[in-house]
């Protein structure tokens, strides 16, 4: 490899700010983009899991591309053959400025739409988002060759990278979401993608000065000429298993913890995090520090995450987690800038980096959901993560043959006892005692990473199966659309007498539920019981209600189906078949099979499915999508509240469930009602006396009219109230959401 010759060393900062500048706006643009042309295609393609993560692999699978053009071009062509065909590139991506949807792109309807999406992704973002790609790899390239006194290490410019992603990642949420519609939005994306390009142009001016008159470096090893094949291995394995790591930490999270809005932030912070640390100056630092410390944050992990979660509040429980991530990351990344290549190799290790991160990407997205039934790629990648700590032997030997069995007897112990024992649960105390003491045993190990992984795994693997047995899970699968579980549980029922019951759960969130006894099983119960604002609404209506048309967006277990009459016609709208299934099982639940008459069923995103339907076809139309604290935003927009109307009846009943633990909706269907000029009422209905499974719900019915929803005001059956008015917040629209807004 050749560079300028010493003499002619240049010591200029303005070159740092120059090429790092360019970095820092690149990833800031790549990490804007993500979100913004998501929210595009949202009202296309729906809040389908799918979609995300058909997006997420093109972004990753160009980013591939990127690094794959960067790495190719810098080692084979010279300097000024680089700076030409990359100019060439951008002149072109000019042509798709400002990014926007193809006019009249609509979706296919009788198919797949997969292919259709990645095909509207690349013509409306491929070329600028190519383009911003490759830029992390070419410009330190290029930086290496500028002949600064730093250009031997250029390394620690892509800090500034990952500075820029981490605060686009933080600054679109809380600062230019609020403020800037999208129309907004993609008008000044295409205006910083030509500033950015600008500041390419002035990149390449400054490599086109460079003297091509170089002298050869002989001080590169023999180590960094001959990048042997386990050194790349050993790359690939420290990017992917992070990589890896964030996707199922972030599944954890929404799936057992807490389905916050915006907490998948945070995972990802801490990853960009770790990047802009290891790749600075004081990585030779701070590394040492984190493999020293690692054990002992996993000693509190994996006792009160793992084995004992019970005792944690959850906010404590999302701590440990994020903490042993953050250091198991750092180490990983750690080793990762540790053993960076000369810049000779620059792109080489670049374009490794990549190709795992993207591997990372598709092996949580396409591969773990087929394979395991729970996000236990987390708990895998853990593992794979103490396997990577320096020390570890590559070879087989003696040594690890004894650090691999007693991990192996451990988990051979537990599968024995959980197949002899029968009630394995009257020891249940013990068995936490003693894998607390089998986790400080793990303390000791630290110095052998092999043992230590394996037999933390051990631990991980027996803890999940013992609270997976506690729980008393009878079925459990996960979709693109997350984890549902079905579980029996125990009541006191009304004669003081302990009585079985099943439960849905979509992560943490519960989705209904039903008695088993065959005189109450026709009883909704939980957020649609008969004392509560659904079971009082139909009985306000009982006498004029007898040839209603309803449709029902969100499909749980069944139970409103029991308020059916057979003279109704009814029709279901669930995105997830699982769902259906699941509701349709009686083995699990049995409302609809006991209680639906003419019934249609809907499968797919809801809006868009009521797109089909004639207009002013219903009587009453109940929003049930928003009782998981995920919300799909789409569904609560003024064109969604249009569209709703639109297939009312003209004295049509819009009802809306909004129990949600951390978002206040009623914020934004108030300001709804109050620009569209409907009428609207709320209950936050509080059961007044025990009663099993009847629990506190909130709801909006609006219409068009005042006096049709008159009877439910005047009623003494709830306290039905008017909205609260709202002023310190735009109505959402297709062009503008604000989640930040209505947080509790």
């Not at 709208?573 to 769902?579: F, H, S």
Request: glycine fraction near 4%; aromatic fraction near 14%.
């Amino acid at each position: 490899m050749s560079y300028p010759s010493e003499a002619k060393t240049e010591r200029n900062i303005t070159l740092i700010v120059l090429f790092a500048g360019t970095l820092f706006i690149s990833a800031s643009l790549m990490f804007v983009l993500q979100p913004l042309f998501g929210k595009l295609l949202l009202p296309l393609l729906g809040g389908s899991p799918a979609v995300w993560n058909t997006c997420m692999v093109f972004y990753q699978s160009i980013l591939f591309l990127g690094y794959l053009y960067a790495h190719t071009i810098s080692t084979r062509f010279n300097q000024h053959r680089q700076i030409q065909l990359h100019a060439a590139i951008i002149l072109i991506s000019f042509l798709t400025l400002p990014v926007a949807l193809p006019e009249n792109t609509v979706p296919p309807t009788d198919s797949n739409p997969t292919f259709w999406l990645l095909w509207t992704l690349f013509l409306a973002i491929g070329l600028p988002y190519f383009v911003v790609s490759t830029t992390a790899p070419l410009i330190q390239k290029w930086f290496a060759n500028v002949g600064h006194h730093t250009s031997h290490d250029p390394y620690y410019l892509y800090a500034a990278s990952n500075t820029g992603s981490l605060l686009a990642l933080l600054s679109y949420p809380f600062l230019l979401e609020p403020a800037i519609g999208l129309v907004n939005q993609k008008s000044f994306w295409s205006i910083g993608y030509v500033m950015l390009c600008l500041l390419i142009a002035g990149c390449a001016f400054v490599l086109w000065k460079t003297r091509q008159n170089t002298v050869t470096i002989q001080d590169i090893s023999v180590k960094e000429n001959n990048l042997g094949l386990y050194r790349k291995f050993h790359w690939m394995a420290l990017a992917f298993v992070p990589s890896s790591l964030l996707l199922g930490l972030t599944n954890f999270i929404s799936t057992d913890i807490a389905s916050v809005p915006l907490l998948w932030i945070i995972p990802l912070t801490l990853y960009l995090l770790s990047f802009v640390i290891v790749f600075s100056k004081w990585n030779n630092r701070i590394h040492p520090v984190m493999v020293k410390l690692q054990p002992i944050v996993l000693l509190p992990f994996i006792v009160y995450a793992f084995i004992n979660p019970a005792d944690l509040p959850y906010w404590a429980y999302l701590f440990l987690h994020l903490l042993a991530f953050f250091f198991a990351v750092m180490v990983c990344h750690g080793e990762l800038a540790k053993d960076r290549p000369h810049t000779q190799y620059l792109t080489t290790f670049y374009l490794i980096m990549s190709f795992a991160g993207m591997l990372g990407g598709m092996f949580n997205t396409f591969v773990a959901p087929f394979i395991f039934n729970g996000i236990y790629e987390y708990p895998i990648m853990i593992v794979a993560a103490l396997l990577l700590r320096p020390g570890t032997v590559a070879s087989f030997n003696k040594e690890l043959l004894l650090q691999i069995t007693a991990p192996a007897l451990l988990v051979i112990t537990g599968l024995v006892l959980y197949a002899s024992v029968k009630d394995l649960l009257q020891y249940f105390d013990l068995i936490v005692i003693s894998l607390i003491a089998l986790t400080f045993l793990t303390f000791l190990l630290r110095g052998r990473p092999v043992a230590f992984a394996l037999l933390t795994g051990a631990i991980i693997f027996l803890g999940l199966g013992l609270h997976g047995l506690s729980s008393h899970t009878l079925y459990q699968e996960r979709t693109f659309f997350g984890v549902l579980a079905v579980r029996e549980s125990v009541l006191t029922n009304e004669q003081n007498q302990p009585e079985k019951y099943h439960e849905l759960f979509h992560g943490t969130t519960k989705h209904g539920a039903q008695r088993l006894v065959a005189l109450l099983a026709k009883i909704p119960l939980t957020y649609y019981s008969r004392p509560g604002p659904m079971g009082q609404l139909f009985k306000e209506f009982d006498n004029n209600n007898q040839n209603w048309a309803i449709g029902i967006i969100g499909l749980g277990t069944g139970a409103l189906a029991c308020y059916a009459k057979s003279t109704q016609d009814w029709t279901l709208y669930e995105i997830d078949p699982l769902v259906v299934d699941i509701a349709n099982n009686p083995a699990y639940f049995s409302y609809l099979k006991l209680c639906t008459q003419k019934t249609t069923m809907r499968i797919g995103d809801a809006r868009l499915s009521l797109e089909k339907e004639p207009d002013h076809k219903f009587d009453l139309l109940v929003l049930d999508a928003f009782s998981s604290d995920s919300v799909p935003t789409h569904l609560l927009t003024s064109e969604a509240l249009e569209l709703y109307f639109k297939k009312l009846k003209p004295d049509g009943i819009l009802a809306f469930h909004i129990t949600n633990r951390h978002l206040l909706l009623k914020k934004v269907l108030s300001i709804h009602a109050e620009q569209l000029h409907f009428a609207a009422l709320i209950q936050e209905f509080k059961p007044q006396q025990d009663i099993p499974l009847v629990v506190s719900t909130d709801w909006v019915v609006m219409a068009k009219k005042p006096e049709t929803l008159a009877p439910l005001n005047l009623s003494r059956l709830g306290n039905w109230q008017k909205m609260p008015l709202y002023f310190d917040m735009k109505p959402w629209t297709d062009d503008f959401t604000n989640i930040v807004s209505i947080w509790k």
